[in-house]
């Protein structure tokens, strides 16, 4: 359910009013309180990490959710993004502690399914985003379609480099869906391409850990052309690796997402293009959804295809485009 394309949009679906689990206008009075009448509405958002640019545009957009519906945003993740068994205790936790609702980015497709169903066998609704979980058990899923995001990263990337030569892949967390995805779009397009040979594949989550899996890769295949980098930090780590190494023009790098470090090694020729999100969207509609089912209003869709657009030097000063590149404040 979550790999298949959706199309429901142009390029305009990527600015902040995107249209997705339909927003409702503000009610007058009993808004921060239950179905019941009860106590304030507390909404747990739990993304994978909270120190990426990425994530900090979902904090935004949901809190400025909160903010519009009058409703408590507790904002909380692991330290790390790999950390899937602190990420299912904060969850188990949030439960404990009888919030009405909970916004989650998984960690892991399998390893939340149980934190997920603990929360709804309380009748605290779940609504996913960035990604998701292996059952289709929440009530809304909003997400890049990063399969899509997959094949357009492996199509710049193939373009810069002339269609052939040795290239390598940088990912995050193998059994998260975001990673998933994105490996599958990449390597399904690449198939296209029969003289472009996938030599390595590692995997990071800081850009101290990039920096160190593209050096090792590059030691073993130095005749690599082209890396894809499939996250904020694996991109920064990359595109140190070719600063360092004076690889500028000799290896071409396409990253995902739009952290001020990508962004200026875009401006600087290091990064070819980027695969850019909505994070923002991501927050701000996982919130306004998981509101809908607290309120026992009906979602209008399942699932939420968030957006997903190349960026590189030639369309990077679009005001349409500078949004995307640019952490909005809640």
């Given at each position: 359910m979550h790999s298949k394309t959706?199309?429901?949009g142009s390029l305009m679906l990527l600015s902040?009013?995107?249209l997705g689990c339909p927003k409702e206008a503000p009610k007058e009075g009993g808004e921060n309180k239950t179905a019941t009448g009860g106590e304030s509405i507390r909404i747990a958002v739990i993304?994978?990490?909270?120190s990426h640019s990425f994530?900090?545009?979902i904090e935004a957009g949901a809190k400025a959710a909160g903010k519009e519906q009058n409703v408590e945003i507790i904002w909380q993740g692991p330290d790390k993004e790999n950390d899937i068994t602190s990420q299912v205790n904060l969850v188990q936790d949030q439960a404990n502690k009888n919030v009405q609702g909970v916004v989650?980015?998984?960690t892991d497709?399998?390893?939340?399914?149980?934190?997920?169903?603990?929360?709804?066998a309380k009748g605290i609704p779940v609504v996913t985003v960035d990604s998701g979980v292996k059952e289709d058990i929440a009530e809304c899923y909003i997400a890049t379609d990063?399969?899509?995001?997959?094949?357009l990263a492996a199509e710049e990337l193939a373009k810069a480099i002339g269609k052939k030569g040795k290239v390598a892949m940088l990912l995050f967390l193998k059994g998260a869906v975001s990673n998933d995805e994105r490996e599958k779009g990449f390597l399904d397009e690449m198939k296209k391409y029969p003289e472009i040979q996938l030599v390595a594949t590692q995997y990071g989550n800081t850009p101290e850990e990039a920096l160190n899996m593209t050096t090792n890769m590059l030691t073993a295949n130095p005749d690599v052309v082209g890396i894809f980098a499939a996250s904020e930090p694996n991109g920064v780590g990359a595109a140190n690796y070719i600063r360092q190494n004076k690889k500028v023009g000799k290896i071409k790098l396409v990253a995902y997402d739009t952290s001020a470090e990508e962004v200026t090694?875009?401006?600087e020729g290091v990064i070819e293009s980027l695969i850019v999100q909505n994070p923002w969207e991501m927050g701000y509609q996982g919130v306004k959804a998981v509101l809908k089912v607290i309120r026992k209003k009906p979602l209008d869709k399942k699932f939420i295809d968030s957006g997903v657009v190349v960026v590189n030097k030639a369309n990077m000063g679009r005001p349409d485009v500078q949004r995307l590149l640019t952490v909005p404040k809640e």
């Open positions: 959706l199309k429901i902040f009013g995107l993304p994978k990490g909270t994530w900090k545009g989650l980015a998984a497709a399998t390893a939340l399914l149980a934190p997920i169903k603990g929360l709804k990063n399969v899509k995001g997959g094949q090694a875009m401006k």
